[in-house]
């Protein structure tokens, strides 16, 4: 069972990444998913998620500029990021909730940093 995000990297500011997670050993279409970040001596703060019926909440930081995503046919949940600023930059983390269960997963996390 785990969560393996990727697609982070270094981008200039103004620019895009896609992260993607893939979800392995779980019903995929059970859980809301969502995508978390955390930057240097900060907390780590909601981004963005979707349900399973695919309802959608961005936080007000980055609407507009990201959009969250996902394809329950290959497991997987995306973030779309557009217009990249520096104060973007933080280790994004995927999340997993059953949509009943107590049962919350998280994947290992990737590093995005955006450069001025």
Request: charged content about 15%; glycine content about 12%; overall charge positive.
């Amino acid at each position: 069972v785990q969560l393996q995000a990727f697609g982070g990297g270094l981008v200039q500011a103004g620019g895009s990444l896609r992260l993607s997670c893939a979800a392995s050993g779980i019903i995929f279409n059970l859980y809301d998913m969502g995508w978390y970040r955390q930057a240097p001596g900060k907390q780590r703060e909601l981004v963005a998620s979707i349900t399973r019926g695919g309802i959608t909440t961005t936080a007000d930081s980055v609407k507009g500029r990201f959009t969250i995503s996902r394809d329950n046919t290959k497991n997987t949940v995306y973030l779309q990021m557009n217009s990249l600023k520096v104060e973007d930059t933080a280790v994004y983390y995927c999340n997993a909730k059953h949509f009943v269960r107590p049962r919350e997963l998280w994947g290992q996390g990737t590093l995005v940093t955006v450069s001025s």
